[in-house]
């Protein structure tokens, strides 16, 4: 039994006290506690020994007071269990040496059985509900296929990861076989989450701004769109495809109980697009936490102004940033917990 | 007497016979041609040296077949102006070593007499003038206030720029002071280059796109409006800020004669959004260029039907990659040119 399932009943769309609260990335480079863990274990370290994916993930709820913790992990787990080696250089960002080029490079890939490869994280989550002990919901996550795509193809970041779409663009067939390969890996990957303990799903689609509405759909949605289907009966899903609020209508059409949105939109706008029979998660901008409180206050109260009382979940827009100071975090937090709709 | 005068005619709402067409950065690194200049010239000697600047800003028109020739110059030429350091390492992006953090810093930075500081320019555009001989009109440029201020306070190319808007959120009084500073240059420099000869300006909103609907107002909107004011009614101009959909009404209503847009958005709602009045410009993805000739021409066709006959630019969503092979460019002029609207 939960003691707070405010998160939970809002993506249900049940009326609640107030709005819940929690911010992506929070178990993150922001906390010195996490720091202190981060200099002595490398990244994969942290992921696969459950006992330290568990206190990071529950650092925040402990120190920030979020409503819900989300599961200390990295999207480019699921590359990796499906046989790429994915090499993660703390503030460099993900390599990936061998990438997928051509339809050779696809035969080193398989859909995993993900008890196998990914079971640390099963554990993980098995370990952080029994720390929780019902005091928040726990979130678990996936990235969307065309955002693993990107980096399988791309072999590491880009601003416009014209690689990835020039494989998408030109051997579409491969593209397709590989995002299906994703996808059902994915969907094993994210149930067997649910199976461990996770009380909702969050897809994370890093780079599905970077399409044209029609590539969105094609490319991202149309994978994105299984997964929720595979999912959304057994726990509330939340869909986050940072940028592309072109697709807001579609997005809620898979039947997702979640859409997040960013900064870029307003709220109002984006429950034009997305309609009243779904939640939207968002959208303050990361960057704006670098600001004095009393206007990360003032701000936190016209954000929830504009977004109106329930079927919302206070977040930021992006991953909170890594100099972002922590009662500046706090403030947030506090600023949605004290708020009341007039 | 221009021969092809498209642009300036599409720009002022006139029927034409057909739509223009020219590309974001089409005088650039996919163009061997400028390979060569590039090895044998750093990046400012290049942009310094009129005969240089020349060269580089004509190779397009000859071997593309471009209906326009846009400077070769750089948006970062007003903070050297304004008396900043500016380097420009290639393949690595800009680095302004000393950027502007306090009230101190401010001092550095100047708004200088722009015939003694960007002669130079001038001398190019009237140099290009007569080289093009009335071929094809000549677009001149310059920064949005908001994109050089992410520069001289970021210091460098940034995925998020959020020392700049911590810089604005925290010293919203010297921010403002800044972009003050740099709006005043800037409508300088913008007259004194219709002076020399361009036959319309693009102002280039590069990070527009980071800032949520509000904050682009406040930021960015409110001194692109005072630029566009000041020339509007010497030559035609073009506004392009790059992911600000959510303003493309109030971009509209600053009295540009064009409006850029990328390719997130379609164009019939890019179209509702701006309105009739104005001339919308693009908004090909880029990445599209590496996909096979036969895909390139199909989707030309596709994106020229969507946006219907008259007040079309033709044009990528933001600047021509380095990899795109030359062929491929000049199969998306060639599209534009041979299409008929039914």
């Given at each position: 039994m939960l003691q707070n399932d ?48 568990c206190e990071?993930t529950l650092?925040?709820v402990d ?5 819900a913790a ?55 989550i098995k370990l952080i509900k029994k720390e929780l002990n019902g005091r928040v919901p726990l ?58 303990g996770?009380d ?143």
């Amino acid at each position: 039994m939960l003691q707070n399932d405010l998160l939970l009943r809002t993506l249900r769309g049940e009326t609640t006290e107030r709005t819940p609260v929690w911010m992506m990335r929070q178990a993150g480079r922001y906390l010195p506690e996490y720091m202190v863990l981060r200099e002595k274990y490398g990244f994969f370290e942290r992921c696969q020994t459950p006992e330290l994916a568990c206190e990071i993930t529950l650092q925040p709820v402990d120190i920030v007071g979020v409503d819900a913790a989300i599961l200390f992990s990295d999207i480019l787990v699921v590359p990796q269990a499906m046989g790429l080696e994915v090499q993660l250089i703390e503030s460099k960002g993900p390599v990936l040496p061998d990438p997928i080029k051509t339809v050779n490079d696809l035969s080193r890939v398989r859909v995993p059985n993900v008890d196998e490869t990914l079971g640390y994280v099963f554990d993980a989550i098995k370990l952080i509900k029994k720390e929780l002990n019902g005091r928040v919901p726990l979130i678990g996550f996936a990235g969307a296929p065309w955002t693993l795509l990107c980096y399988m193809v791309q072999g590491k970041g880009s601003k416009t990861f014209d690689e990835a779409k020039a494989f998408c663009y030109t051997q579409p067939q491969l593209a397709h076989q590989l995002l299906q390969m994703i996808t059902d890996t994915t969907i094993a990957y994210l149930k067997a989450q649910v199976k461990a303990g996770a009380d909702t799903v969050q897809i994370f689609d890093s780079w599905g701004g970077l399409l044209s509405p029609a590539d969105f759909e094609n490319l991202s949605l149309k994978y994105i769109r299984q997964i929720v289907d595979a999912v959304k009966e057994e726990v509330p899903t939340i869909v986050f495809a940072k940028g592309a609020w072109h697709s807001l209508d579609s997005m809620a059409a898979t039947g997702a109980h979640g859409l997040g949105i960013d900064w870029c939109i307003k709220p109002e706008l984006a429950r034009q697009f997305a309609g009243n029979n779904i939640t939207l998660q968002g959208n303050f901008d990361p960057a704006k936490l670098l600001s004095p409180i009393p206007v990360i206050q003032k701000e936190v109260r016209e954000m929830l102004q504009a977004f109106g009382p329930g079927r919302h979940i206070a977040n930021l827009g992006h991953g909170i940033l890594p100099n972002v100071p922590v009662d500046h975090a706090r403030a947030f937090v506090d600023a949605v917990k004290e708020f009341k709709h007039s």
